[in-house]
């Protein structure tokens, strides 16, 4: 129940979105279907379905914010699309929330048996946990990186028919020779080569903060992390490290990585970053700035610290 109202609040999220390119930015239905990924007959049941709701009348309410806030991030960073939901108390309920949203974004805009690559962490780990409980959908799952247990969800419903294609190796390695003679292993390739052939790719966001994921994880110490900061860096994407411009910035475990490297991920069609909260604020802008997302899901609260720090 709880999803399906999710996906009510989506699907009146995504009429708006619609009208709004329809009525103010005059763009063909065409060109919305092309835009956001999704059949022109579905748009238009949409727009009629605004019709009906009272969405439009004849004119479009400018007090929708989310829809404001959205085309607003998404000129200031070429983005194809931007979706906002409603900030929820606790990074535990936040990142969940987002994981919901990411799981009915993904779920309208795949078709049966498509391959998503996905990245470490907290948010992707519940996004495969909501796919796998309330998603039909049969799909192939590419990981990003090394770590099996970064991308097991908890609990796998009978309806979920997901292939897992898992790195075959740890996340982090004890030296960069053993980088060298994993990835040249025949396994690991084979997963290698399957990530630029993927409909989608699906990452988070880390922040440079004391809770952030490659800390809890004990993959990097909180001293690591200050020293990142002295260098620059505001967070990470696939454990590589960014300043606020998208510049990459050196971190200690570089050369010890089993991950996807940010020129791959920048030539990827369809990135989604799904992240939120304050201390992930200037991580998010050093993605955009690197171009390494086309697609942004994230909080209402963080979405306005976004225009508010990079206007």
Request: glycine share 6%; hydrophobic share 40%; with cysteine.
């Amino acid at each position: 129940m709880e999803f399906d109202s999710k996906r009510a609040s989506y699907e009146e999220e995504l009429m708006a979105k619609i009208a709004w390119y329809y009525y103010i930015d005059n763009l063909t239905q065409q060109q919305i279907a092309d835009h956001l990924g999704i059949p022109r007959l579905r748009v238009i049941k949409l727009l009629e379905k605004a019709r009906q709701y009272g969405i439009v009348q004849f004119k479009i309410s400018e007090n929708n914010a989310h829809t404001s806030m959205e085309n607003a991030i998404a000129k200031q960073f070429g983005l194809k699309d931007v979706f906002i939901v409603p900030s929820a108390a606790g990074i535990e309920n936040r990142n969940d929330a987002l994981a919901q949203a990411a799981a009915i974004y993904i779920s309208n805009r795949i078709s049966d048996n498509a391959y998503i690559n996905i990245g470490y962490g907290d948010t992707t780990c519940r996004i495969l946990n909501h796919l796998a409980n309330n998603s039909g959908l049969r799909i192939s799952v590419v990981s990003l990186t090394g770590g099996v247990n970064y991308y097991l969800p908890n609990t796998f419903s009978s309806v979920f028919n997901a292939r897992l294609y898992l790195t075959p190796a740890p996340f982090v390695m004890s030296n960069k020779e053993m980088v060298e003679a994993i990835c040249s292993e025949p396994a690991v390739r084979e997963i290698a080569e399957m990530v630029p052939l993927s409909a989608m790719t699906i990452v988070g966001i880390g922040g440079i903060d004391d809770n952030a994921t490659v800390v809890r994880t004990g993959i990097m110490s909180p001293k690591d992390l200050r020293y990142l900061a002295m260098q620059g860096a505001v967070g990470d994407v696939l454990c590589h490290f960014l300043d606020i411009n998208g510049k990459p910035v050196e971190s200690p475990i570089d050369d010890r990585l089993i991950s996807t490297p940010l020129e791959t991920l920048a030539v990827q069609n369809n990135v989604i970053g799904v992240a939120g909260g304050e201390s992930k604020v200037n991580a998010i802008i050093g993605a955009l700035n690197g171009n390494f997302l086309d697609i942004l899901i994230t909080d209402r609260d963080t979405a306005e610290l976004i225009i508010k720090r990079s206007s």
